[in-house]
């Protein structure tokens, strides 16, 4: 059983950085995916951007190539996104979530969920 804990977010204004955090514990399997979800308001959930546990490979959704970029802890067993160049559509909830290398990018297929942190970008 995994557990996820995110914490980060807030409100900035356009063009600035926000990190996002997710802290892992529990059981991870070798081939397993952790990544993030956002989901702005009246939208669907949709995905962000994930690393995989073993080799270590990344992706990202076209929204956020050269901006966003995700990196592992192994030491502190936590998720990093740091968000830079942040845009006013990029204002949603974000989750954490793992799941089998198959469920990425697909939300309903993901495991395990961690609680949401707002991250809100002004104009």
């Known amino acids: 059983d995994v557990q996820l804990q995110a914490s980060g977010g807030g409100l900035v204004q356009a063009g600035w950085s926000l990190r996002v955090s997710c802290a892992v514990s529990?059981?991870?399997?070798?081939?397993?995916?952790i990544g993030w979800f956002r989901q702005a308001p009246g939208k669907e959930r949709e995905a962000v951007s994930c690393?995989?546990?073993?080799?270590?490979?990344?992706f990202y959704a076209d929204s956020v190539k050269g901006r966003f970029t995700i990196s592992k802890d192994n030491a502190k067993n936590t998720i990093h996104l740091e968000m830079n160049s942040l845009k006013p559509e990029d204002t949603a909830v974000y989750y954490c979530?793992?799941?089998?290398?198959?469920?990425?990018?697909?939300?309903?297929?993901?495991?395990?969920w961690g609680q949401g942190t707002q991250v809100t970008v002004s104009s």
């Open positions: 979530a793992a799941g089998d290398t198959e469920a990425w990018p697909r939300p309903e297929r993901m495991d395990s």
């Open positions: 529990g059981v991870i399997g070798d081939e397993y995916t």
């Open positions: 690393i995989r546990t073993s080799g270590g490979r990344i």
